[in-house]
Nanobody
C-alpha cells in the first residue's frame, strides 16, 4: 500500500491550496480515506474523512473552509483548502485502513503566512 500526498506549499493568509493523495495497492473505491495534520509541537489531528460513497466528515476547525473529494478512476483523494489561516500551518497526511492496518502517506507541508 502506498499513499503519496502532494500539493503543499507556502500561501498567504486567506489563500487556497489543493492537496492530492494518490493511492496504490488497495481497492481504492471501497476504502474510506482521511486527511490528518500535525502542527509543530502538537499532536496529529483529524482534518476530515470521505467514505467510499462520498460522504464527508470534517473537524469543526475546518468546516466551511475545507472540502474533501475523491476520484475513484484516478485513485486520488483531494483536499481543497480555502480561506487559510496561520492556524492551518502543518504537515498534512493522508491515511487509510487496509486489512486492519493503518497506512499513512509521507506528508506534505502547508505553511500559511500572516
Amino acid at each position: 500500500v502506498q499513499l503519496q500526498a502532494s500539493g503543499g506549499g507556502l500561501v498567504q493568509a486567506g489563500g487556497s491550496l489543493r492537496l492530492s493523495c494518490k493511492a496504490s495497492g488497495i481497492n481504492f473505491r471501497i476504502n474510506t480515506m482521511g486527511w490528518y495534520r500535525q502542527a509543530p509541537g502538537k499532536q496529529r489531528e483529524l482534518v476530515g474523512t470521505i467514505t467510499s460513497g462520498g460522504l464527508t466528515n470534517y473537524a469543526d476547525s475546518v468546516k466551511g473552509r475545507f472540502a474533501i473529494s475523491r476520484d475513484n478512476v484516478w485513485r486520488t483523494m483531494y483536499l481543497q483548502m480555502n480561506n487559510l489561516t496561520s492556524e492551518d500551518t502543518a504537515i498534512y497526511y493522508c491515511s487509510t485502513e487496509h486489512r486492519r492496518n493503518t497506512y499513512w502517506g509521507q506528508g506534505t507541508q502547508v505553511t500559511v503566512s500572516s
